[in-house]
């Protein structure tokens, strides 16, 4: 019985350690600390909209992404090496500079008067958000998949 509550303490001694150590360490930052590629996307899209605040999320094996907050409320997060993983625009429209044409086209088209306050870049695919609140799902090149409800 002994050995028993030994080997049950030191499994629950590891599960803590290892959650303790896999768990999210955001930390804030200078922006001027953010990824030269971030740092080139806020100043090309958003210039003269100062940053709020910057924050990095840090996993056991480095940075995992950036958060960054604008004082007019709107959002972006980054991945570890800068590049755009979603604005929000905190339901105020977003600069289209870098949101594919075909995507920017087919919401312009068929949803004339509403603009993109979100959009998300995943993998496979990109998913935006309408003013009216309508989200669509397009594949990676920027092709209409379908309304998501």
Do not use: C
Not at 46 to 51: D, E, N, Q, R, T
Not at 103 to 130: G, Q
Not at 136 to 144: A, C, I, V
Request: proline share 4%.
């Amino acid at each position: 019985m002994k050995n028993v509550k030994k080997i049950t303490g030191v499994f629950i001694l590891i599960f803590l350690l290892i959650g303790g150590l896999v768990s999210a360490q955001d930390r804030a930052i200078n922006p001027n600390h953010l990824p030269k590629t971030a740092k080139t996307f806020l100043a090309g899209h958003f210039k003269g909209i100062p940053v709020s605040s910057a924050i990095e999320d840090r996993e056991i094996y480095g940075v995992d992404e950036y958060k960054v907050y604008l004082n007019n409320g709107m959002k972006m997060e980054f991945d570890s090496n800068g590049n755009w993983k979603e604005v929000d625009g905190n339901h105020q429209k977003i600069p289209y500079g870098f949101i594919p044409a075909s995507i920017k086209n087919y919401s312009s088209r068929n949803f004339p008067n509403t603009h993109i306050v979100k959009i998300e870049k995943k993998r496979w695919s990109y998913k935006t958000e309408l003013s009216n609140g309508l989200e669509l799902e397009f594949d990676r090149n920027g092709n209409f998949k379908k309304i998501d409800d």
